[in-house]
């Protein structure tokens, strides 16, 4: 079961059915599928992938997936599962808006990289961010990630593949 956990700042709580309108919000927030990299979805898919989240990831345990809070307010998404995309773990973080420019993000990617070593006992942790991100690159070069490579999509849009050592956490400041 996904757990619980805090950062300094930020909550990270398994997602409730009364956040279901917080989480759609947040995906159908057009800056926020920019920055991620992906189309906007029709809000019914996004109520649908909750509702998977609620009756199927976590009851079958297959990642975890949190939503975040910050002073009582939903402030984002967080994720770390195997994907595909990369050869181990993904991390996955996605802010409102009206929380950018706080150290927000960084606080949850680095609280992400702390579960990934100490609860999952992965040695190192994955993203993947938009060649045009430069605010969420700029962020992983900040904390240590490194870029692995590129991978570039059928339209042309590149993506940069990271990778951190989980040892790598300086002072996240997480707790269960």
Same mark, same amino acid.
């Given at each position: 079961m996904t757990p619980e956990l805090r950062t ?8 409730? @059915? ?17 920055? %991620? ?6 809000? @019914? ?18 990642? *975890? ?6 002073? =009582? ?9 195997? +994907?595909?995309?990369? @050869?181990?773990?993904? %991390?996955?973080?996605?802010?409102? @808006? ?5 150290g927000l993000g960084s606080e949850a990617v ?7 070593? *100490?609860?999952? =006992? ?21 904390? =240590? ?6 991978? +570039? *999509?059928?339209? =042309? ?20």
């Amino acid at each position: 079961m996904t757990p619980e956990l805090r950062t300094d700042r930020l909550e990270f709580r398994p997602y409730r @059915p009364q956040d279901e309108d917080a989480f759609v919000g947040l995906l159908r927030d057009e800056q926020v599928c920019r920055w %991620m990299g992906q189309d906007l979805v029709p809000e @019914p898919d996004l109520r649908t992938l909750f509702r998977a989240i609620l009756g199927e990831v976590y009851p079958r345990a297959l990642f *975890d997936v949190w939503g975040l809070w910050h002073q =009582g307010e939903y402030a984002g998404h967080a994720e770390i599962k195997p +994907t595909g995309n990369v @050869p181990g773990h993904e %991390m996955i973080t996605a802010l409102a @808006p009206a929380f950018w420019r706080h150290g927000l993000g960084s606080e949850a990617v680095r609280g992400l990289i702390r579960y990934a070593g *100490d609860t999952l =006992g992965l040695t190192e942790a994955y993203g993947l961010v938009g060649a045009g991100n430069t605010a969420s690159l700029a962020l992983c070069r900040r904390i =240590g990630f490194r870029e692995l490579h590129d991978l +570039t *999509d059928e339209d =042309g849009t590149v993506t940069k593949v990271v990778v951190i050592s989980t040892g790598a956490t300086g002072s996240a400041g997480v707790s269960d």
